[in-house]
């Protein structure tokens, strides 16, 4: 029988019992891995007797749905912020206490779920934890990845990829609804047939695949909302051949499975090959597809098949273009399936369909090439076709003659599909995920767009989930809070701001300053334990903590590093605060200069390592395998939240707010939500350096940027430069690094040198880390600023942007309960 009452003594009996009940074995015989499901599934006993009481209520509801499509969810381990999200974190602490249970220990025994990757995947969660706390009726959609990105190991400074294999032991949150699969085809060729008299199309030939859903319960904070995050793995439609196997030919026989399910085996596969390519275009269409027909099917059930009015009931909100083939499918089974006429059914698509742009790099802006899209998906290449034809008959209008400026704003163009154009295009929202982000798409990216559809255009700055990155990760500065100021923050992240008067109290000055080291040695000792590495604990912690790219500048930030050693080595009277600098970051595997970046990390640490009087000033640590778990023990650790992107680059960043709410100071540009963040905290709060978005767009245009002025005028980078390649950093390998010194200063084969400004943008970063380091030797100063950055991160709660997407854009009711 599942647990009714939830308080410390049924707790502990329930967690006795289930060891018992399903492993035969007393609470001194099991495992840890045993032991750890016996208290997750207690704690899932509790959520499902919500998550009944939600779908009992939405049974019920009238009002709109959101499916939230997303490739990646990173939602992190479930089970401590499941705990605290049901308001019962004291009961089951005290529980594991009287049954002689480490919590630390049985946290570390849950998987970390391979479902994401960076900054989409996190929001993608922090969307979804936010939606239940608030009652909004929503499912999250994604992909069941069987392994998820990789494991990274540093060896010999180089980054190795290690399978993810998640699922080893298990998934004790999510349930298989078989019921509820859908087929998902690909391949064949479409023919037509007049039916009634009109003309109908049919797709003949390809396979097809299941799509089986996988749901796991998403809790909201101290409600009995629970929403869904469903995960749609892929299986053939095909038995297995018990001739062939029977026969012998074992491998035969498997062989006609694996292309199905190789589907949702691997989250975001290399696609530097064909191959590659194709499985992520079979990705995308697979979650798309499964989710529009899941959304459809659940709508006829409750309002019948006349669709006329879905867009009154369901919203798909694509979370970067990803999931976009959404909307051609939609078109696809309103017309096929539904037999609406083209008219009628576009109305109904472009009222359902709501884009949230995440990049403005052109890189990452979606394009599949014509012949594959059309291989693959011969029906859907058939319909955006149409789609095209007509929007740029409807452009021409518009724009008469300017056939450049048609093209670049097309479906189809230049033998690709674009996705970007595809969603800003049909959707009847598009929102940028920061306001200066926002601007650019109004002014650059989408500008054409904008002027056609200004209403749609939104500017929603992302947030996070203060429950998991305060009351979770750092619950000793989260008891100070509501010591001081009560437990309203808990629910409503905005009264931080009552904290503010207190960054002159004295006394609370002191305690603050107790947690943050306490945190620095819960730090130091997780990297002695995981990595062998030894941290003074009175350094500064400055932290670079993001997916390793280019325009993020982990390399500016390293060069500046290589700097200060040579000051210390040059200059015996040079003296500067001891600082420790943290580097968390994967590299695609692909990327080449990516990992050539971390290469040169860890061989910077090495070079300060081997230096007597250097290591007293300098050290630098690469944390292995950077995730959401190591993020929650580093983030509160943190001093300095390094944001270096280059401006106009990042769309906006969510680890700048994290590293905000648990008292860092913020050393970037005026990129993303930094720009927020120092309009929160005020200049004297926060350092800011380098160019302006609009300089650098000025300069992209021009032309005029020559590097190679900076690096001979510029004796302290020339020399950290040349160290690159003289053998200083790999003295029996001096040519490792050319690649990164060559894009410094020359360019790839006749391309921009130092595209994201590296060189540019130094003197004003050494600059603002000389301020830094001043200030951080005045300790009431420091402590000062850190409360400040507190009592000030709440604008930037989850909470918020979720209540600013449904006031502008979804319009969903709360469901009462």
């Not at 990297?527 to 003074?536: A, F, N, P, R, S």
Request: aromatic share 10%; net charge negative; charged share 20%.
């Amino acid at each position: 029988m599942p647990a009714v009452n939830f308080d410390v003594a049924s707790i502990k009996k329930n967690i006795i019992g289930k060891i018992q009940r399903y492993n035969g074995v007393t609470l001194e015989e099991a495992t840890p891995q045993q032991i750890y499901k016996a208290v997750a599934i207690t704690v899932r006993d509790q959520i499902m007797q919500k998550w009944v009481k939600t779908r009992k209520a939405l049974k019920n509801d009238k009002g709109k749905k959101l499916y939230y499509m997303s490739v990646e969810f990173l939602t992190g381990r479930f089970l401590l912020s499941n705990m605290i999200n049901l308001v019962h974190q004291d009961e089951y602490q005290q529980a594991l206490k009287e049954l002689n249970i480490d919590p630390k220990s049985l946290f570390t025994e849950e998987p970390e779920p391979g479902l994401g990757n960076g900054g989409l995947g996190r929001l993608a969660a922090a969307f979804l934890d936010s939606l239940s706390t608030l009652n909004l009726p929503s499912v999250g959609c994604t992909i069941r990845y069987e392994y998820g990105l990789f494991k990274q190991k540093i060896v010999e400074g180089q980054q190795v990829e290690i399978p993810d294999s998640w699922l080893d032991n298990g998934n004790v949150w999510e349930f298989a609804a078989p019921e509820e699969s859908v087929n998902v085809h690909f391949g064949g060729t479409v023919q037509s047939y007049e039916y009634e008299g009109n003309i109908r199309f049919e797709t003949v030939g390809g396979y097809t695949i299941k799509a089986i859903p996988y749901d796991m319960p998403i809790v909201g904070y101290d409600t009995d909302m629970v929403n869904t995050l469903r995960m749609w793995s892929a299986r053939s439609t095909r038995s297995l051949n018990l001739r062939k196997f029977g026969d012998g030919e074992y491998e035969e026989a498997l062989q006609e499975l694996q292309p199905a399910e190789i589907i949702s085996k691997v989250l975001y596969p290399e696609d530097t090959h064909y191959e590659g390519k194709m499985l992520r275009l079979k990705q995308h269409y697979f979650l798309a597809s499964a989710t529009v027909q899941h959304a459809i099917n659940d709508y006829v059930k409750k309002y019948g098949e006349n669709l006329d009015n879905l867009p009154d009931h369901v919203i798909f909100h694509i979370n970067d273009t990803h999931p976009g083939l959404a909307i051609p499918e939609l078109l696809r089974i309103l017309l096929d399936d539904y037999y609406y006429s083209w008219d009628a059914a576009m109305n109904i698509v472009k009222r359902c369909v709501a884009y949230t742009n995440h990049t403005i790099l052109s890189e990452a802006l979606e394009r599949w090439p014509v012949d594959m899209m059309r291989t693959l998906l011969p029906r859907i290449y058939m319909l955006l076709e149409e789609m095209n034809r007509r929007l740029c008959q409807d452009l021409f209008e518009i724009y008469p003659g300017q056939w450049d400026r048609i093209a670049h704003m097309a479906i189809i163009a230049y033998n690709n599909v674009h996705m970007a154009n595809l969603c800003v295009a049909t959707s009847y929202s598009i929102n940028g995920v920061s306001q200066l982000h926002g601007e650019i798409l109004k002014d650059s990216l989408f500008n054409d767009y904008y002027k056609i559809s200004p209403n749609k255009f939104f500017s929603i700055t992302n947030g996070i989930v203060h429950r998991r990155w305060l009351l979770s990760a750092n619950k000793e500065l989260s008891n100070l809070i509501e010591e001081a100021i009560g437990s309203g923050f808990k629910r409503d992240a905005l009264e931080l701001k009552n904290l503010e008067k207190f960054a002159d109290d004295a006394a609370f000055r002191d305690e603050f300053a107790k947690i943050k080291l306490n945190k620095k040695k819960n730090l130091a000792k997780f990297l002695l334990e995981k990595q062998d590495v030894t941290i003074d604990t009175n350094s500064i912690f400055d932290v670079q903590a993001k997916r390793l790219h280019e325009y993020k500048r982990q390399l500016l930030n390293a060069l500046h590093i290589l700097v200060l050693y040579n000051r210390i080595v040059d200059n015996p009277n040079f003296t500067m605060p001891p600082r420790t600098f943290f580097f968390g970051a994967k590299a695609s595997p692909s990327y080449f200069r990516a990992k050539q970046i971390i290469r040169f990390i860890n061989a910077l640490s090495d070079l300060i390592e081997s230096h007597p009087r250097a290591k007293q000033m300098l050290k630098v640590v690469f944390v292995e395998n950077y995730n959401v778990s190591t993020a929650e023990i580093l983030i509160p650790a943190a001093e300095v939240s390094e944001q270096l992107s280059t401006a106009g680059k990042e769309a906006s960043g969510t680890g700048n707010m994290k590293f905000m709410m648990n008292g860092a100071i913020t050393l970037g540009t005026m990129d993303g939500a930094n720009v927020e963040i120092y309009e929160a905290v005020g200049n004297d709060n926060i350092y800011i350096f380098g160019m302006r978005s609009n300089t650098v767009s000025d300069l992209y245009k021009d032309g005029s940027y020559n590097p190679m002025h900076i690096f001979e005028n510029n004796s302290e980078i020339r020399k950290a430069l040349t160290q690159m390649i003289d053998g200083t950093l790999f003295p029996n390998q001096s040519a490792v690094l050319q690649d990164l010194y060559h894009s410094l200063l020359v360019g790839d084969y006749g391309s921009m040198a130092d595209s994201y400004f590296v060189l540019k943008d130094f003197g004003s970063y050494s600059m603002a880390n000389r301020r830094l380091m001043d200030d951080y030797q005045n300790k009431n100063k420091w402590l000062r600023m850190a409360i400040i950055n507190v009592a000030n991160s709440g604008v930037f709660s989850i909470d918020n942007t979720i209540n600013n997407y449904n006031n502008k854009i979804w319009h969903m009711n709360s469901i009462v309960l």
